[in-house]
């Protein structure tokens, strides 16, 4: 079941694009933004470089829950999803999952401007950092599903949505920001191994919470 | 009569005659720090401030759990209530700490653990508080806002640590000054703590009955 609701998901996607656009373009407005607003050297911006990629990245993830979930209000298709005689777990799983790896794709093609625009040095541990990118993604959109699902059917849900979603994902952001630096000062992995295990502990933890409250959120 | 009702009038003579023994406490009979002099003060009522936050919204979380099990909207009413004065001891705890901390420490802000979380959960509840405004109907924000509880306290331990970890030179927490200190000021906070939490207590018990009369009318 949880392959046709990701199928749907993606085909959604796929036709209308509006997801991955709209993350897209915002996240290269961001990056100009950036490089316009904070003029200094390549040097101190490579300190500063692993906060912005995440405050970036939570900007746009915000912009892709809010679409993903907004798509299903306009068109009252959530009440025709959760018709269906299924685990409504697994429509929060196919939430996280399809929006994942449309952060993942949004990032694989601004994540080149992100270091080219801020004449960025590529980290060694390049490996690494798409591995951290990855399950970063994956804890923010873990939690971003959850209050997504609260905050969709609410008036103001654009704003909700924020307003809720970044003091609840700070951990995670701050777990993000610390690996990330780490990977850009090319330490080794048992000097940031707590950052890891708190954002894999993070990212489990909602992702649980979420299949469980599910049925709750989605009841009508 | 100001308040009919007698079990409230006595209620609150019991409130006011032990927050007035606190007080007196507090500034006449607590030993004075001797570095720290009278802005040492402020923990007796910064600490049971922080320990009636973090009761409450326990409670919000007990509430939204048995809400969840049950539907029974008596537990939506102590959620709310309950998220309502964990809140507004939310905001004295964020008043208190940097007051403290200017004095002991010459910075009213620098990021320690403890207040840190505190100011990130005062953020989540705002957040509660709008999602119960504009939620949209009754039976569905009552949910919602029960699952928002729950989640928001299963955060509490994952942010204090990142927050922790996050900037670990920020370690001088006074609560380990607190355990060595000599009797004369533990009797003293613990009283001062049991004060705060019999307040906690009535408040909890007057909001939801003012809850449970608005619901009865509605």
Redesign the interface.
Known sequence: MLIHLLKKEFLVELRSKEISASMLTFGLAVILIFSFSINVSPAVFQKFAPGLYWIMVLFIADLGLHRMFSHEKEFDTFSMIISAPFDRGLIFLSKWLAGTAFLVIAELLITAPFFLFLQLDIPVQWGRLIGIIILGNAGIMA?GS?VSG??M????SE??LP??L???V???I??CV?ATTAIFDNQLFATWQ??FQ?MV??TV??GL?GYL?FD??T?E | MLIPNKKIRVGYVIMILLMAANLFNVLLKSPMHPAQQWAQKIFYYHVPSAWVAFLSFFVVLVAGIIFLKTRNYFWDRVGLAAAEIGTLFTILVLITGPIWASAAWGKAWNWEPRLTTTLILFLIYIGYFMLREFGGAPERVARYAAILGIIAFIDVPIIFMSVRLWAPEVQSHPQVEMASQPAGIMSIFFFSLFTFTVLYSGMLWLRIRILNLKAENQ
């Open positions: 939690i959850i609260l905050a059917r609410a008036k103001m704003v909700l307003i809720l970044f003091p609840l700070s951990p995670n701050i777990a610390k707590t950052w708190l502990t993070f933890v909602f919470a409250f709750h959120i009841e």
